[in-house]
């Protein structure tokens, strides 16, 4: 009965290699984010989307895309990966206040992928 | 810029005792505050919250503290106990951007001691 499920825990890859991350949540949530937190242990965020339309997107580089089929779904692509992309990535749901859009939820996070660039 | 801050890395207290874990921001159109718990390997899980218009919200064990004259927050948790040994984040937002978008802090590691 996991809430936000994300696919694969572990990657480890070559520079330059693409992947892709897979998040899904069960909660009915109509709001998801990705969060990447880096060695030094910040957690920045990265893409969120309502209702499969993406609302924030912060300076990230176009190498990294998400997508997001379904309310309950959002995938994160990451071309040509380097070095500096190593980190682990975090995924996200909330639900929003209809009637303030801009409310706060807390968030539910998934268990992380660990992305590792050889 | 780093707009939320946890400046201890880490806090070690026994077993009973109460643990207070700070946080401190630097943008005054932060009006929500959150902490978060995280165990290796698993998603932050969400404890407590608090509203700018509040400078106290109870859980449980639990109590944050919000200072906005100082821009400081805090989380007590008493008694302590072992299974709390943990790593602790605090976020902030804001109304009117979009959909609650959080800034974190950079952790601040707890280990109670029994």
């Known amino acids: 009965d996991t809430a936000v499920s994300q696919t694969p825990k572990y990657l480890v890859t070559q520079m330059g290699n693409d992947k892709s991350i897979k998040c899904e949540q069960n909660?009915?949530?109509?709001?998801m984010y990705w969060y990447k937190q880096d060695s030094k242990k910040f957690l920045k965020i990265m893409f969120s989307y309502n209702n499969k339309e993406l609302i924030i997107n912060e300076t990230v580089p176009n190498r990294f895309s998400p997508k997001s089929p379904d309310k309950a779904h959002l995938n994160l692509h990451i071309n040509s990966l380097e070095l500096g992309d190593s980190a682990v990535y975090f995924c996200?749901?909330?639900?929003?206040?209809?009637?303030?859009?801009?409310?706060?939820?807390?968030?539910?996070f998934g268990d992380g992928t660990r992305l590792s660039i050889l | 810029d780093q707009q939320v801050k946890q400046n201890s890395p880490s806090l070690s207290v026994q077993e009973g005792r109460i643990s207070i874990l700070n946080c401190d921001y630097t943008n005054s159109m932060f009006d929500y505050f959150l902490w978060y718990k995280k165990y290796p390997a698993e998603g932050p899980t969400f404890l407590i919250s608090i509203s700018s218009i509040k400078d106290k919200n109870e859980d449980g064990r639990f109590t944050v503290f919000l200072n906005k004259s100082a821009k400081h927050l805090s989380l007590h948790i008493v008694p302590s106990q072992p299974g709390d040994s943990a790593v602790y984040f605090c976020a902030a937002s804001m109304s009117g951007t979009s959909y609650g978008k959080l800034t974190f802090g950079q952790g601040t590691i707890l280990t109670v001691h029994p």
């Open positions: 909660l009915g949530h109509d709001t």
């Open positions: 996200a749901s909330s639900q929003s206040d209809r009637r303030s859009p801009n409310s706060n939820q807390p968030q539910h």
